[in-house]
Nanobody, 115 residues
Framework: QVQLVESGGGLVQTGGSLRLSCEASVNVSSVDKMGWFRRPPGKQRDVIAIITEGGRTHYVDSVKGRFTISTDGAKNTVTLQMDDLKPEDTAVYYC?????????WGQGTQVVVSS
């Protein structure tokens, strides 16, 4: 069963940046797809960014142009660089395989963007 540990969240002002990191117990460079997900307050968890084994990336429209997903196979980490943050980016952020296996979620990392 994959184990995932997210870190890097915090409180930031509108327009600021954060860099989230996820340590995985699998070789992230050989997984078909890895993704970052988020759960805003009172809402469901949804995928926001995906990176394929070949390095192709996909983003939902709300983060396109502001967020960048990447992997480091040597460190088994998945990173999410978040720039130009907005209050609506406030959420708990998670990484996982895509699609996520059952019962595989880490604890997530909280991001709060103040206006």
């Amino acid at each position: 069963q994959v184990q995932l540990v997210e870190s890097g969240g915090g409180l930031v002002q509108t327009g600021g940046s954060l860099r989230l990191s996820c340590e995985a117990s699998v070789n992230v460079s050989s997984v078909d797809k890895m993704g970052w997900f988020r759960r805003p307050p009172g809402k469901q968890r949804d995928v926001i960014a995906i990176i394929t084994e070949g390095g192709r990336t996909h983003y939902v429209d709300s983060v396109k142009g502001r967020f960048t997903i990447s992997t480091d196979g040597a460190k088994n980490t998945v990173t999410l660089q978040m720039d130009d943050l907005k209050p609506e980016d406030t959420a708990v952020y998670y990484c996982n395989l895509f699609p996520p296996p059952p019962h595989s979620w880490g604890q997530g990392t909280q991001v709060v963007v103040s206006s």
